[in-house]
T-cell receptor, first 108, second 114 residues
């Protein structure tokens, strides 16, 4: 059974600081990795995807992938109160296998 | 393109009743997925379709659950003889291509079984 592990949090970060979210995955053969943001009562929203080792940047978001360590992370720069949400790490295995999510709270 | 849509958004039903949910994917997306999410958990895979073919079903999908995508466009998920444990958010997602492509979610249908 393939698994994705995340710290459930909550992770509290001051406004304007960098939020760092991490996850690990069990299947060394996994190829595609995603970060979804989910506000309370809403559906997941895709914010980043990464397929290759290294960093991928999109605006204030940077996804990092280390396949040797089976580790994926998401950095959010200049954190805003609107970034307060649950962040779901996911691995694509035809269907998506999600972690339980990390709750992020940006402190004004 | 209006994104993935789901209907209804909310459903309250009594234990033992049957319910049916509908999902309309993004046009030209040939893959359609169903997930279930309960409070404090990530979404859990239920089943998916490539066009009209149902390619995989999770062991979470008991024989009370059935899904169809008859013309390769919209899909329905039916739950027969609902139980209180079926209360959850049912999410539909679509994807433009084969394995590995990103998936886009609809707003979900929240089911409450009383």
């Amino acid at each position: 059974q393939k698994e994705v592990e995340q710290n459930s949090g909550p992770l509290s970060v001051p406004e304007g600081a960098i939020a760092s979210l991490n996850c690990t995955y069990s299947d060394r053969g996994s190829q595609s990795f995603f970060w979804y943001r989910q506000y309370s009562g809403k559906s997941p929203e895709l914010i980043m995807f990464i397929y290759s080792n290294g960093d991928k940047e999109d605006g204030r978001f940077t996804a990092q992938l280390n396949k040797a360590s089976q580790y994926v992370s998401l950095l959010i720069r200049d954190s805003q109160p609107s970034d307060s949400a649950t962040y779901l790490c996911a691995v694509n295995d035809d269907k998506i296998i999600f972690g339980k999510g990390t709750r992020l709270h940006i402190l004004p | 393109d209006t994104g993935v849509s789901q209907d209804p958004r909310h459903k309250i039903t009594k234990r033992g009743q049957n319910v049916t949910f509908r999902c309309d994917p993004i046009s030209e997306h040939n893959r359609l997925y169903w997930y279930r999410q309960t409070l404090g958990q990530g979404p859990e895979f239920l089943t998916y379709f490539q066009n009209e073919a149902q390619l995989e079903k999770s062991r979470l999908l008991s024989d009370r659950f059935s899904a169809e995508r008859p013309k390769g466009s919209f899909s329905t998920l039916e739950i027969q003889r609902t139980e209180q444990g079926d209360s959850a958010m049912y999410l539909c997602a679509s994807s433009p291509g084969l394995a590995g492509y990103e998936q886009y979610f609809g707003p979900g249908t929240r089911l409450t079984v009383t």
